[in-house]
């Protein structure tokens, strides 16, 4: 069979290596049938299956590869080596003392991360096992997702996820359409339109499909959820009709079907092909300051392990230097080893000192910290008051790592809408030619509590400018993409009400635009449904009009408008337009805009969202010219979207205005409260909003960021026109620098010594100080100025943000030479790289999908929550964490110098002090249990005085726990402990004779001495001083702490009357036999415990006690009070009493979301409260508004 060389060429440049047409795109047979002939080569191309795998292991590859990742951490790594050396070389302790802890601690990790992974093949399976219905040989069959392929063509129930991605090809729905919410992967919940490809909408059996012969040329796949570009061509009669296809006749593989019967359509991407495959991410591991602070310690241990072993070595040979000092005559070397070069030597013993000393790295360590972790997260999930009962959801944690990190933040970064506020759009008011209506207040489809005997005010101009009016109901009535439920409900979303009857309701991608057309309808124009390519309403008059919808311009974030053009009953045809203010205004030609945009900017200084609304009608010529526009720009299969707007931009022009709308979106409960407490505790508030300045701005009122008082410096696009960016940011510099003396204060927000300053920068002018090479001899980098500016600045926002710049903010400050902890918290898909990038990322169950939720590190109901989450639960997370840090290299520091001091009395021979079975489970089971349980439930500090005094979250700013400072502090007391229990053990055994049976006994307490019995004494000793020096620190007692404690000291008692009262048959021998009954048989040696316990803990104490009567912090001074007040503490902190309001420092409008009658309140510190000072005289109980300097806050109403 001939072929031609057209087919030929096409068949190389598709399937030849490295030719452009076989990377850009794949051709996809509809039902795998083949082209007519003389069409096209039918050559089928492989595409993998539908198979998802997220799952990191398989049987096979879980051990090596699980065992690879462990044993890249450094500690593991170490105790593997040393545990080796053990196996290989004669040490002085058993191999067992380093391989079973390092064997626990494999084996837990190892168990957790299989069982993780276990889950994820289970939900893999669910997934790619579950059933699909597939159209073949006109029949509707059913087969497992995972054998899904390429060019099947599906059959999908209302309410079903769709298996792969999908062009749309006919629906249940005469009109081709069909209704889909895609929350799982872009986190937008409400529903949105996709359209069945023209020429195919018709076939609605599955024998009516299975005649579809047609071929598709797309796009390779790329994760990009809103960009598809195919042609789709449908071969009537042999002859090819090419249809453009874009992404809204694409279905993506997670989103689901809405409000229609079935669909029909055909697999174009399968598997780990899919868009929402591609987007998966494994989201880059964080690591918490405390982690890194660890990390540093155990450096820092490692070195001193591997001083005191060279120590050792060379103490050794200066000792055996001498011939009447060589090895004793019961440990005589072999001629062999005595003919070993004395390098090899000194390395043997060099390895056997490391091995004897290598419990000062604390393995168990790492065990304890991640029980910590994991285990201490359910407090959080577990708390009440994190519970929202409207949602029905708690506090979600995604990462316990970073739990202590909770309690470090320096910067927060959030997204305002959904976030700081409801996203629940209320309809105000809207202005047509200048003229003002304001409707019952409506939210959602409800009239909202309070307003339903609002009268609507109607400033309408007389009968003449009435057409004038109708137009603009009209086209807010067309110009939107709202879908009609006919149904009572459907997914929780409210019924609409209208004149008190329940009737149908609107579901829309934007809640902006349900309140429009909720607005339109109390005004008197209802927006009836969309049926046969024609939208109805019902007017004033009760009469039902009919448009047809020609084409639809969509929205999208760089035109920031969308238009409709429809044709009248009358044969008029109309291009309706609505957007913001800042790309209709430059579009109109006529109308009255001065009255129009004077209200826009009223609106906006409300903190309202403001829209444009303006029109233009087209005579048929003109309407042809927009068709042929689309129709080219819509068939482009390369850079249709650039075409697309290119088209766009010459269809909307020479608009005439019409009038203006405006929204509110509420803010959330307790949202100012929250942002200013978290100012007050030290934090820095970034707000990061795509919404314009004037809106932000009110909104940033509203919530606290900014008071009344606040300096905005403005960066904006506006001001740089004006002047120069280099001039701008000088400027601010100079503003900011000159009233704060050069010194970058440490902002409170609430200052009565500084100006306060509040920045305000939009995604333009960030564009420009982000630009690379932005510098020159005078000006040095525009970054650095920025940061200089932003330091210095109480409150900052960023208006007019794409996402990516979210993220680049967070980088920008993340990165400084300060390196800050950063918090991001939204609640959108449009906050996810934020989150991502933050140290800590927050996301909000809200409206929005769960993309954010998904991809954060916790997830909480609502902004309020974050108070909560990072005063009290980060606070605590913070101390605990950081205690069980500092204890663990203190209690063995304890327990290894004293073996170290034991080699200067031993002829540096390595002889072990402790037996084998205290080296083993000293870490494991005699001082583990009680660090843990207290890293779990300590709290040093009452939550309620936490949650009432923020300031208390400064006193761990900077990761001050685990300072250098504290790191010495804590060695240098377990080196002190280790000194008194080893010299005092040492001291009482000094004079000893032999008995008539030749066994060694001390001659002043007439115990048998031998070096098992010293360092059985010395252990018992030891364990009893950490535990009580753990008892000492605890805060907050309850019976499990009791249980713990006390219960851990009897198990070490218990284990070693066992361990040594009985004959253990498995035991080669047996030399702790009788040690601990005979020790404890002698009267002088439990007193001696006893003086060794209280010498070792009485400086530790002495310090507390003098540190807290002479420089008590905030804390101590709190919990001197609360003893005072026996715990009633929280019901007289200062802040109690900041209850009064105050409309000093208001913002300059009421938010419309607090009724007017709610007053504001205020509280000026001008200096922390004195917590040593608390006495009824305070006056807690007679508050009057005082403004003297020093004298505490400052309140008034």
Request: with cysteine; aromatic share 12%; proline share 4%.
């Amino acid at each position: 069979m001939g072929m031609d060389v057209s087919t030929l060429r096409t068949l190389i440049s598709r399937y030849c290596v490295g030719e452009e047409n076989w990377v850009d795109s794949r051709t996809i047979y509809i039902g795998h049938k083949e082209p007519p002939p003389g069409a096209e080569a039918f050559i089928q191309q492989r595409f993998p299956d539908n198979r998802i795998v997220s799952s990191k292991y398989t049987f096979w590859n879980f051990i090596p590869k699980n065992m690879f990742e462990q044993f890249r951490r450094v500690a593991n790594f170490y105790f593997l080596i040393i545990f080796l050396v053990q196996l290989i070389i004669d040490t002085p302790t058993s191999p067992v003392t380093s391989g079973l802890p390092l064997f626990f601690v494999i084996t837990v990790t190892a168990i957790k991360q299989g069982y993780e992974d276990w889950l994820r093949h289970k939900a893999d399976n669910a997934v790619n096992k579950c059933a699909v219905h597939v159209v073949q040989h006109g029949k509707v069959i059913r087969k497992q997702s995972r054998k899904l392929r390429v060019g099947d063509v599906v059959f999908v129930k209302e309410n079903e996820s769709f298996p792969c991605d999908l062009v749309l090809l006919s629906t249940s729905r005469d009109d081709g359409t069909c209704y889909v919410t895609t929350a799982s992967l872009d986190g937008e919940s409400s529903h949105k339109t996709y359209y069945a490809v023209q020429d195919t909408k018709a076939y609605n059996t599955e024998k009516e499909v299975d005649l579809i012969h047609a071929t598709i040329e797309c796009e390779q796949p790329q994760p990009d959820l809103y960009k598809f570009v195919g042609r789709i061509n449908v071969y009537m009669d042999n002859d090819p009709v090419a249809r453009p296809l874009g992404s809204e006749n694409l279905l993506l593989r997670g989103a689901t079907l809405k409000n229609t019967q079935y669909i029909y359509a055909v697999a174009i991407y399968t598997g780990m092909e899919t868009k929402m495959a591609l987007n998966y991410q494994c989201k880059s591991q964080k690591r918490s300051a405390v982690e890194k602070s660890m990390n540093a310690y155990l450096v820092v241990y490692l070195c001193i392990l591997i001083s005191k072993a060279i120590v050792n070595t060379v103490l050794k040979y200066a000792w055996q230097a001498d011939p009447s000092r060589d090895e004793p005559w019961y440990n005589d070397r072999t001629e062999l080893e005595r003919q070993r070069h004395i390098v090899i030597r000194a390395f043997t013993d060099f390895l056997a000192f490391m091995v004897l000393f290598n419990y000062i790295i604390p393995v168990s360590m790492y065990v304890t910290v991640e029980m910590q972790k994991f285990l201490g997260s359910y407090f959080m999930m577990w708390d009440d008051e994190m519970f929202d009962e409207e949602l029905g959801e708690r506090t979600v944690v995604n990462t316990s790592d970073l739990n202590e990190e909770l309690g470090q933040v320096e910067y927060v970064f959030t997204d305002k809408t959904g976030t700081l506020t409801e996203n629940n759009m209320e309809f105000i008011e809207c202005c047509v030619d200048g003229h003002v209506y304001v409707a019952q207040a409506i939210c959602n489809g409800q009239v909202m509590p309070g307003s339903a005997s609002m009268d609507m005010i109607d400033t309408s101009p007389g009968p003449g400018a009435r057409e004038h009016e109708e137009l603009f109901f009209r086209a807010l009535c067309l110009c939107h993409t709202v879908q009609v439920k006919e149904e009572e409900t459907v997914d929780s979303i409210k019924l609409g009400i209208h004149q008190g009857k329940s009737t149908s309701f609107y579901i829309s991608s934007s809640p902006d635009e349900v309140a429009l057309v909720e607005g339109m309808k109390r005004l008197g124009f209802t927006y009836l449904r969309l049926k046969d390519s024609h939208m109805e309403i019902l007017n004033r008059e009760d009469e039902i009009e009919r448009f047809e919808l020609l084409q639809v311009l969509t929205f999208d974030s760089n035109r920031r408008r969308m238009s409709v053009i429809v044709r009248a009953s009358t044969g008029e045809v109309y291009l309706f337009c609505k957007g913001a203010d800042s790309s209709i205004f430059p579009r109109v030609i006529s109308g009255k805009v001065d009255q129009v945009r004077a209200r826009v900017e009223h609106n906006a200084v409300e903190g309202l969202r403001t829209l444009c609304v303006a029109y233009r009608p087209l005579s048929l010529v003109q309407y042809q010219e927009v068709c042929l526009l689309l129709n080219g720009a819509k068939l482009a299969l390369q850079d249709r979207d650039k075409r697309l707007a290119e088209a766009y931009d010459l269809i909307e022009k020479d608009l005439i205005l019409l009038g203006a709308t405006a929204v509110e979106d509420r803010l959330q409960e307790k949202a100012a409260d929250t942002i200013e407490s978290l100012h007050k505790a030290g934090m820095k508030v970034w707000v990061l909003t795509g919404d314009k300045m004037e809106t932000a701005a009110a909104t940033c009122y509203a919530s606290k960021l900014f008071h009344r008082n606040t300096q905005i410096l403005e960066l904006t696009t506006k001001r740089t026109e004006e002047q120069s960016l280099h001039d701008v940011l000088f400027d601010l510099r100079r503003t900011v620098l000159t009233h704060h003396g050069g010194w970058t204060r440490d902002i409170t927000g609430l200052s009565g010594d500084y100006t306060d300053y509040g920045l305000i920068i939009d995604g333009a002018t960030l564009s420009a100080v982000m630009k690379p090479g932005q510098e020159d001899s005078n000006s040095g980098n525009y970054k650095e100025i920025f940061l200089e500016i932003c330091r210095n600045c109480s409150a900052v926002l960023c208006c007019r943000m794409a996402p990516l710049q979210k993220a680049q903010i967070v980088k920008l400050i993340k990165t400084s030479k300060e390196h800050p902890i950063t918090l991001a918290v939204g609640d959108g898909a449009n906050d996810v790289s934020m989150i991502l990038e933050a140290h800590v990322g927050i996301g909000i169950m809200g409206k929005e999908g769960r993309q954010a939720v998904r991809n954060s590190d916790y997830a909480i109901p609502k902004f309020k929550h974050l108070k909560k989450m990072l005063l009290v639960h980060g606070h605590y997370y913070y101390i605990r964490i950081s205690e069980l840090v500092q204890y663990f290299f203190y209690k063995n520091v304890c327990f290894i110098f004293p073996q170290f001091l034991y080699q200067f009395f031993c002829g540096f021979s390595q002889q072990p002090l402790y037996d084998t079975a205290y080296l083993t489970l000293y870490n494991i089971s005699f001082t583990s249990l009680p660090i843990l349980l207290y890293s779990l439930v300590e709290q040093h500090i009452n939550m309620d005085i936490l949650k009432k005094d923020p300031a208390l979250y400064r006193d761990i700013a900077k990761n001050s726990l685990l300072r250098w400072q504290s790191f010495i502090y804590w060695t240098v007391l377990g080196v002190y402990d280790a000194i008194v229990m080893f010299f005092g053990a040492y001291f009482l055994f000094d004079n000893t004779t032999f008995t008539s049976n030749g066994q060694l006994m001390t001659t002043n307490t007439q115990m048998m001495f031998g070096n098992w019995t010293f360092g059985t004494l010395v252990f018992t000793v030891l364990v009893f001083t950490v535990t009580f020096k753990l008892a000492l620190d605890t805060h907050y007692w309850t019976w499990i702490n009791h249980f713990v404690i006390w219960g851990s000291l009897i198990f070490f008692v218990v284990f070693s009357l066992l361990w040594g009262g009985i004959i253990w048959p498995f035991l080669n021998y047996q030399r702790m036999y009788y040690v601990f009954m005979q020790m404890l048989s002698s009267g002088p040696a439990w007193l001696s415990i006893v003086l060794l316990i209280t010498a070792g803990l009485l400086p530790d104490v002495l310090k507390k006690v003098i540190w807290r009567a002479m420089w008590p912090t905030t804390t101590e001074r709190i919990q001197n009070a609360d003893k005072l007040y026996k715990g009633q503490l929280s019901e007289f902190t200062p802040l109690d009493r900041r209850r009064s309001s105050s409309t000093n420092r208001s913002r300059p409008n009421p938010p419309r979301s607090e009724p007017f009658s709610k007053k504001v309140m205020l509280t000026r510190w001008q200096r922390p409260p004195d917590y040593r000072t608390f006495t009824p005289l305070l006056g807690f109980t007679d508050v009057k508004c005082s403004s003297k300097q020093g004298a505490g806050p400052e309140t008034c109403v």
